[in-house]
């Protein structure tokens, strides 16, 4: 079992930066590949980005690129969402989401992952 823990989610104004923190307790890992998702009010669940076990590999949702990086400190068992240029439309629940695997690769649809966490909450302001 992974529990996965999201943090620094917030009030933001349009153009802002923030990172997000997911924490992983109860087994490591580097033998997940993992991913965020967010959630709308009213919309579904959508691919933010990914990244592989090993960090080699990362994915992300056309609407972040060049916006957005994922990243992994496997030693701190923890996945970061570094968010800068924040617009309004970006403002969801993100959740933070696990998977195993034995490959290095990453996965971008959310019915693959195995673990979710409770999601944070980031709001951005116009």
């Known amino acids: 079992q992974v529990q996965l823990v999201e943090s620094g989610g917030g009030l933001v104004q349009a153009g802002a930066s923030l990172r997000l923190s997911c924490a992983a307790s109860?087994?490591?890992?580097?033998?997940?590949?993992m991913g965020w998702f967010r959630q709308a009010p009213g919309k579904e669940r959508e691919f933010v980005a990914a990244?592989?076990?090993?960090?080699?590999?990362?994915d992300y949702a056309d609407s972040v690129k060049g916006r957005f990086t994922i990243s992994r400190d496997n030693a701190k068992n923890t996945v970061y969402l570094q968010m800068n240029s924040l617009k309004p439309e970006d403002a969801a629940v993100y959740y933070c989401?696990?998977?195993?695997?034995?490959?290095?690769?990453?996965?971008?649809?959310?019915?693959?992952?195995?673990?979710w966490g409770q999601g944070t909450q980031v709001t951005v302001s116009s």
């Open positions: 990244i592989s076990r090993n960090g080699g590999y990362t």
């Open positions: 989401a696990a998977k195993w695997v034995w490959t290095e690769r990453y996965y971008s649809a959310g019915d693959e992952y195995d673990y």
């Open positions: 109860g087994r490591t890992i580097s033998t997940n590949a």
